[in-house]
């Protein structure tokens, strides 16, 4: 059957000819796609549990979204960030409100995002310094575990080696804090250093949440380095863990808050929020872009963030979330390679003690999209929208997919020293 003009087979066969091949795909072409549900080019239907990797917020085809799109997309979708237009400022005036932030400058992705964020850092700490090259602090601190995007600096404080060697020499200057730990903190943290990124849940890393004594001796050494705590909430922002940010669970702020994935509702959009201090050393032409911030994905960004305040979608978040780790418990009595159940809101993983991606093409095939980030964690990443009709669903799939899945080894990455640390941290705790 052709879906608008073009064959599933068509499309496979271009992609395999034609496509740099830098994703493990699964050989399956979806077409559309409405709520929660994902359908192939067969007809097949997928529960979608993965939404796009944290960007489908509101589910697919949400009527909010569409209308606005379409609304928009008739208008002006791009004009240029040498003029304003009806978006951007309201759109920044309700993250701020969300946020606690003063200001914002959007991008197009989370990565670039990070990249705004590590610059706006150096020119704070310059700016505070004196203004010359050798008053910048260079140093930054990430988190063992950590995933930050793609691009050179963000790839420079994301830890994960496989990611990180093929491309070095990265940015130096950076350090990686053991999880948790605030006395390795405390070790690295010197007047040299000039930003510490913290994902206050871990994504990518596992679903790991920084606990309240590390966040706050981090707040307390970056106010007295004069350095700039930054929040990726890149993952775990706009609403994810029931809360507006995951930081919100602390009681300090940071001075920079990164979001990219659901901000627009699938369309490409990023946006750094900083204080006033930050803000303060920022003039036109020391940073900007193209793309980010068009009519168009900041109206569709203003309208997500409207829907979830209006649709009181975060007390739904956290109920559905109670909900979807009630079950993923008492799935853990009656398998036992399940480790543990965490996450926060809608934004959950699943330690197993053997490999996990055998599930998730299990899960595939019988219908269910998940992924497994680390080798062993289940990463469960459902829309805002989703319902306990869904996650009664999900969670019975899952089960047959648990029984029925053959058993692989034992793996070594269980053995990985960072993720060890991590334990032992998260034990002691
Ligand atoms: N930071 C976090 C916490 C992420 O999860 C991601 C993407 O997964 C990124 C940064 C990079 O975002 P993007 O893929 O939009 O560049």
């Given at each position: ?200 849940l871990q994504?990518?890393g596992g679903i790991h949440a ?114 979807l780790r009630a079950?993923l418990i008492k799935l853990q009595r009656?398998f036992d390679f399940i480790r543990e159940v965490r996450g926060e809101?809608?934004?959950v993983g699943v330690e197993l003690s053997i490999?996990g ?16 980030t680390h080798?062993y964690v289940l990463r469960f ?33 269980m053995?990985?020293?960072?993720v060890a640390?991590a334990r032992a941290l998260a034990v002691?705790r």
């Amino acid at each position: 059957m052709g879906h608008g003009g073009v064959t599933a087979q068509a499309a496979l066969r271009d992609a395999h000819r034609f496509l740099l091949n830098t994703y493990k795909r699964a050989p399956i072409v979806f077409v559309r796609a409405k709520g929660c549900t994902i359908v192939d080019a067969d007809g097949k239907k997928y529960l979608d549990f993965l939404g796009g990797i944290a960007v489908n917020a509101l589910g697919h085809g949400h009527p909010r979204i569409v209308r606005t799109i379409r609304r928009e997309a008739g208008r002006a979708i791009h004009f240029s960030n040498l003029y304003h237009h009806l978006w951007q400022g309201p759109l920044g005036r309700k993250l701020a409100s969300w946020s606690g932030m003063d200001r914002v400058f959007f991008t197009n992705s989370g990565t670039e995002a990070i990249e705004g964020a590590l610059k706006l850092a150096r020119l704070y700490t310059r700016r505070q310094n004196g203004g010359s090259r050798a008053s910048g602090k260079p140093g930054i601190l990430a988190l063992d575990n950590s995933f930050h995007g793609r691009t050179f600096g963000a790839l420079s404080i994301t830890s994960t080696r496989k990611y990180r060697e093929p491309f070095e020499p990265l940015l130096p200057g950076v350090q990686f804090v053991c999880f948790n730990d605030v006395a390795d903190l405390e070790a690295k943290f010197d007047a040299t250093i000039g930003a510490v990124v913290i994902e206050p849940l871990q994504g990518e890393g596992g679903i790991h949440a920084v606990s309240d004594a590390f966040w706050n001796r981090a707040r307390e050494l970056a106010t007295q380095h004069g350095a700039a705590l930054v929040a990726d909430e890149i993952q775990c922002g706009l609403g994810r863990t029931g809360r507006y940010f995951a930081y919100q669970r602390f009681a300090a702020r940071p001075d920079i808050v990164v979001v990219a994935k659901p901000l627009a509702g699938g369309l490409p959009l990023g946006a750094v929020l900083v204080n006033d201090a930050i803000a303060s050393a920022v003039s036109p032409g020391v940073h900007g872009t193209t793309f980010g911030g068009g009519p168009l994905t900041c109206a569709v960004a203003l309208e997500f963030l409207k829907t979830v305040d209006e649709e009181k979608l975060l007390g739904k978040i956290q109920e559905r979330g109670r909900e979807l780790r009630a079950g993923l418990i008492k799935l853990q009595r009656k398998f036992d390679f399940i480790r543990e159940v965490r996450g926060e809101g809608l934004m959950v993983g699943v330690e197993l003690s053997i490999e996990g991606a055998p599930f998730v093409t299990e899960a595939l095939r019988s219908g269910v999209l998940i992924n497994c980030t680390h080798d062993y964690v289940l990463r469960f990443l459902p829309p805002f929208t989703v319902t306990s009709r869904e996650i009664g669903q999900f969670l019975s799939k899952l089960e047959t997919v648990f029984a029925k899945t053959p058993r692989t080894a034992l793996l070594p990455a269980m053995n990985s020293s960072a993720v060890a640390k991590a334990r032992a941290l998260a034990v002691a705790r």
